[in-house]
């Protein structure tokens, strides 16, 4: 167990629909990070916030957003869905903001139909 | 561009003997580089990471070997277990904490 746990552990949604993914990062961590994992594009890193603030953003959809709130858990909405975004969506959280092992939850594994 | 790429997408190994997992990465400003274990239906998980001041480092059973000059990373598996058969991702620290992930390498180890 990492301590990082992300809900739901699943999800199935139709498409055009909009969904929000919850990330509650180890206890002290203060950087969260979201990638998303599929079978063609494997792990790809979609946007990191530390402490409350963006911080680097990876390839994210405009129709994708994401927060970290004040108590540092974060969600991660998609929006508009599409059959395509079907994949593993994973929060990973670290101590700092860069160059240090991220640790990694169980991931929301989402499918749109 | 960006890219983190593998040598080899299947390994397979058998139980006892040593597994070397290759890696080439192309941002030659890249500064801190991790190995990833990801089990089937899990999160990846941690395995050892280094700097870019370093040229290899040791963990349990694992080394990790770094090579600047060709941009090449290497993860060393020491007597594999069948309990290390994963894919095994390099990912490459870019821009704040922004990690590039490889294409990930599946070692299979067989009994």
């Known amino acids: 167990d990492s301590g990082v746990t992300q809900t739901p552990k699943h999800l199935i949604t139709a498409t055009g629909q909009r969904v929000t993914l919850r990330c509650s990062p180890r206890?002290?961590?203060?950087?969260v990070y979201w990638y998303q994992q599929s079978l063609d594009q494997g792990l790809q890193f979609l946007i990191q916030?530390?402490?409350?603030?963006?911080?680097a953003k990876g390839n994210i959809l405009e129709r994708f957003s994401a927060q970290q709130f004040p108590d540092l858990h974060s969600e991660l909405n998609l929006s508009s869905l599409e059959l395509g975004d079907s994949a593993l969506y994973f929060c990973?959280?670290?101590?700092?903001?860069?160059?240090?092992?991220?640790?990694f939850g169980q991931g929301t594994r989402l499918t749109v139909v | 561009g960006e890219s983190v790429g593998l040598h080899l997408p299947t390994l397979s190994v058998q139980e006892g003997d040593n597994s070397i997992i290759n890696c080439a990465y192309s941002?030659?400003?890249?500064?801190?580089f991790i190995w990833y274990k990801q089990e089937s239906g899990k999160g990846p998980q941690f395995i050892i990471d280094?700097?870019?001041?370093?040229d290899k480092r040791q963990g349990q059973r694992v080394t990790v070997l770094l090579n600047k000059t060709v941009k090449h990373l290497s993860l060393q598996i020491a007597a594999t277990q069948p309990g290390d058969s994963a894919v095994y991702f390099c990912?490459?620290?870019?821009?704040?904490?922004?990690?590039?992930f490889g294409q990930g390498t599946e070692l299979s180890v067989k009994p």
């Open positions: 990973a959280s670290s101590v700092e903001a860069a160059r240090t092992e991220a640790f």
């Open positions: 206890s002290g961590d203060l950087s």
């Open positions: 916030y530390y402490n409350g603030e963006e911080r």
């Open positions: 941002n030659s400003a890249s500064d801190y």
């Open positions: 280094i700097r870019s001041n370093m």
């Open positions: 990912a490459e620290n870019i821009q704040g904490g922004k990690l590039i």
